[in-house]
């Protein structure tokens, strides 16, 4: 067993079993699966987001492997992934419980208390509009450097992210957002995955999700070009030449995505 508790809830579960108390916690429910709960909880008047993973069992299991796909078992990848990044240098969420029971990966139980992000945005919401209302010409520069800085730093630090949009950037209003002053946390961090270095097929699925995920909010040519020399921190130059297939390869993935998201949402309608 694995735990690890910081203020309210080291005071608040003294003397009690923390597996049983998370499980009575109360508050909106954001995501309700067979093996995996999430919801935002106030304490103390503050806000928490929680996270509790039950266990997928083996059939869930197996079937992930036998698709390629890599199962989420717990709570541990999140810890994991919150705790590298923090030492990388990339704002993400704060940590302030986690407990890991059980040695079997079917049914073991899990959680991760996460301090609330607020008053955030997401940048896919921030950039809805760029459209139509373009923004400030040194801001849209600064986030696209940003967010380009945050996802090199990530994937040097071995971590690889999963779902990496950017509706999982967000943007701290607590402050007037401006060019020299912004803030973004990265967060969802259940998928990623840690290792001592980013293997380049997880690093560029990253990359094509994120380039993915803004392919509505108009950005140029210029503006990608920008991403790719602060993400790789190289002459563009050097980028166009050396990463040639990479970059074709995101142009082609990033078209597939869209167009599935487009077939899906004929099917919807």
Partial sequence: ???????????????????????????????????????????????????????????????????????????????????????????????????????????????????????????????????????????????IAEVARMTGTMHRAGVNHRDCYICHFLLHTDTPVTPRKLRLSLIDLHRAQTRDRTPLRWRNKDLAALYFSALDIGLTRRDKLRFLRSYFRTPLRAILRDEARLLAWLEDKAAKLYARKERKGDAIQ
Avoid at 27 to 40: D, M
Avoid at 109 to 115: D, R
Wanted: charge should be neutral.
């Fill in 1 to 143: 067993m694995r735990l690890i508790l910081s203020d309210p809830f080291k005071s608040l579960w003294a003397d009690k079993d923390p597996f049983v108390e998370v499980e009575r916690l109360e508050g909106e429910v954001y995501r309700e699966l067979e093996g995996r709960r999430t919801l935002r909880t106030d304490v103390d008047g503050r806000g928490y987001f929680v996270k509790i993973h039950r266990g997928i069992g083996w059939g869930e299991i197996v079937k992930n492997l036998l698709t390629a796909k890599a199962p989420v078992l717990g709570a541990g990848q999140e810890w994991t992934a919150i705790d590298r990044l923090r030492l990388a240098g990339v704002p993400s969420m704060t940590a302030v419980a986690y407990g890991e029971r059980g040695s079997n990966p079917a049914t073991q139980h899990s959680f991760i208390i996460t301090e609330e992000l607020a008053p955030t945005i997401s940048l896919e919401d921030y950039c809805l509009d760029w459209r139509k209302k373009p923004p400030q010409p040194a801001l849209k520069r600064a986030l």
